[in-house]
């Protein structure tokens, strides 16, 4: 049996052997990250033992309209989607559509037809002054033939007030989960392509091996099991989730608040979407639905009413944890009330 260190040297092998484990522990067993980057999980040491449902996640809606992008009509946020994740979005509600490149003044146009849809479908979504707007800049939404093979953009609803690349964003995701090994990530997509489309664009751009898939019924995973893992990234469809697996169907795990409030006394906690056992809430915490102001969005995210409705909220359903998407994120307080709620939801989850 060998003899037990003593004296210095004995307090230099015990320094040593604290420093190895601090390296190899952390959530779930998972060795990555050193020192105090690989006790968290989202940046909490206590939301690595958390289930998924227990966990506030600061979001945006619509997260790709951004006014400081070239090419956007009625943006619902200002920055973009990579510096929504350096300042500590971790939740992003997305539009899919096809669109086509138009050749004689090169911006594009949403393939109405590649979409099932018509113009008369998207007037019923948009005001007046919005597809005036979309029609003078493409010369009449609807009309003419496109030329050229749809791609997969992020849109809202008209992809000729404003178009990202699927791909490019879908890229800024994949270095950040490579760049922050830590961090989980929630996408919900509001599909307006087939889940094929999807599906390749997300293979092409290397996010294949940190998609999740959670179980149908029963627990959720902690954040701890999901770093384990490294399935660091939950992806939801609104509409034809299920397959792949891991393109989850929205409303089977998630239910949500209402949508198309028009002043902030309208704000609801009642269920829109999904059904009273579906395990995440998505609280939409924007007003009015369409254009987006700055003004009313920041007086609705200051701390005292975004937080009072986040606890009202989740009182009325029951649950410890929540998406909540903003406009106009960096007015609002969404980062710092999801920080302190996730800090103080420790014993008995409030």
Not at 75 to 97: C, E
Not at 100 to 107: A, F, L, M, Y
Request: include cysteine; charged fraction near 15%; proline fraction near 8%.
């Amino acid at each position: 049996m060998a003899a037990t260190p003593t004296g210095g040297r004995g307090q230099a092998v015990a320094v040593v052997l604290a420093l190895a484990g601090l390296l190899v522990s952390g959530c779930g067993g998972s060795s990555q990250g050193q020192g105090s980057a690989a006790a968290t999980c989202n940046g909490s040491a206590a939301l690595c033992s958390r289930p998924l449902g227990d966990v506030f996640f600061p979001g945006t809606h619509n997260s790709f309209a951004a006014s400081d992008e070239p090419g956007w009509y009625f943006a619902n946020q200002t920055y973009p989607i990579p510096r929504q994740l350096r300042d500590g979005i971790r939740a992003f509600l997305i539009d899919v559509h096809y669109g086509v490149t138009d050749p004689s003044n090169g911006r594009i146009r949403t393939d109405l037809a590649a979409e099932g849809s018509d113009r008369n479908k998207v007037a019923e979504q948009l005001s007046p002054a919005a597809l005036h707007v979309a029609d003078t800049v493409a010369g009449g939404i609807g009309l003419g033939n496109l030329k050229g093979t749809p791609r997969p953009y992020l849109c809202h609803t008209l992809c000729e007030l404003g178009a990202e690349p699927l791909g490019q964003e879908l890229d800024a995701i994949a270095e950040f989960l490579k760049d922050n090994p830590r961090q989980v990530l929630i996408l919900i997509v509001e599909d307006y392509v087939p889940p094929a489309t999807v599906e390749q664009a997300f293979a092409a751009a290397g996010l294949t091996r940190y998609l999740a898939t959670l179980p149908a019924h029963g627990m959720l995973p902690t954040l701890g099991q999901l770093i384990a893992g490294d399935h660091r990234l939950l992806v939801f469809a609104e509409e034809q989730g299920g397959k792949p697996s891991w393109y989850m169907p929205a409303f089977h795990y998630i239910q949500d608040t209402p949508l198309g409030a028009l002043h902030p006394g309208q704000l609801s906690c009642a269920r829109y979407r999904g059904s009273s056992d579906s395990p995440l809430l998505l609280i939409n915490h924007w007003v009015p639905p369409f254009p987006p102001s700055p003004t009313v969005n920041a007086q609705i995210g200051r701390s005292p009413f975004l937080r009072g409705r986040i606890e009202r909220c989740t009182a009325d359903r029951g649950t410890h944890g929540a998406i909540v998407a903003v406009d106009f994120y960096q007015r609002t307080a969404v980062v710092d009330v999801a920080r302190e709620l996730n800090e103080g939801a420790g014993d008995g989850h409030r």
